[in-house]
């Protein structure tokens, strides 16, 4: 990720935090700060809004027949199949195809922080990350299964997907490629500052891992 890139997401996340705990100090702040941080908070609400949207869309699949290397709900999904459909339809931001891949993108979630829209990787076909889900919120996640089967909603506490888990990654509001529009009004509204001094060998980083 880009340093200038991270340290707007990263401006945006402190600043709404800041609204939410300090509503009295953001009222008797300066005008240019006010600014700044109503832009920044409204960049943080869409970011969560996409987050949303994805686990909205996504309910949208189900019932969809299982079908290794499927890519569209017309000709069926498998489970990596179903993630990248749901994100290109709603970001616009096309995923690499296998689990494996995807689970190198983002940044780790623990299961206790876990929003709709993080992705879930299981161990089921005994390597690591052979099997991805979009959590949905209050312990579940959808998910295509396998052969024979459709897509489905599943419990991530069921005993079988807590023995498999192989952890979880957030991508919407961390991939700078997926909001694009939604962080770049926000570090435009913020003051001036002096570039920082790693920001050259910042870009060689790729992904965020």
């Given amino acids: 990720m880009p340093a200038r890139t991270a340290r707007s997401f990263a401006t945006v996340a402190v600043v709404a935090f800041a609204l939410a705990a300090a509503p009295a100090a953001f009222a008797q702040a300066p005008a240019p700060a006010r600014s700044f941080a109503a832009s920044a908070a409204e960049t943080a609400g869409k ?44 970001t616009g931001f096309t995923l690499p195809r296998t689990s494996k891949e995807m689970s190198g993108l983002g940044a780790k979630v623990a299961v206790d922080d876990l929003k709709p829209g993080d992705l879930v990787f299981f161990n089921t076909r005994r390597f690591q990350f052979s099997h991805v889900g979009i959590y949905l919120g209050d312990n579940r996640f959808i998910h295509a299964p396998s052969a024979g089967a459709e897509v489905e909603i599943a419990k991530l506490s069921e005993s079988y997907w807590q023995k498999h888990f192989n952890g979880a990654r957030r991508l919407v509001g961390v991939l700078p490629s997926l909001v694009p529009n939604v962080i770049a009004p926000a570090y435009a509204a913020a003051p001036a500052a002096a570039p920082a001094a790693d920001d050259a060998s910042a870009d060689h980083g790729g992904a965020a891992r």
Avoid: H
Wanted: aromatic share 14%; glycine share 16%.
């Fill in 47 to 90: 970011v969560w809004s996409g987050a949303q949207d994805v686990a909205i869309y996504a309910l949208g699949m189900i019932g969809v027949d299982y079908k290794f290397g499927g890519n569209t709900p017309e000709s069926g999904l498998d489970c990596s199949g179903l993630v990248r459909y749901v994100f290109q339809q709603v």
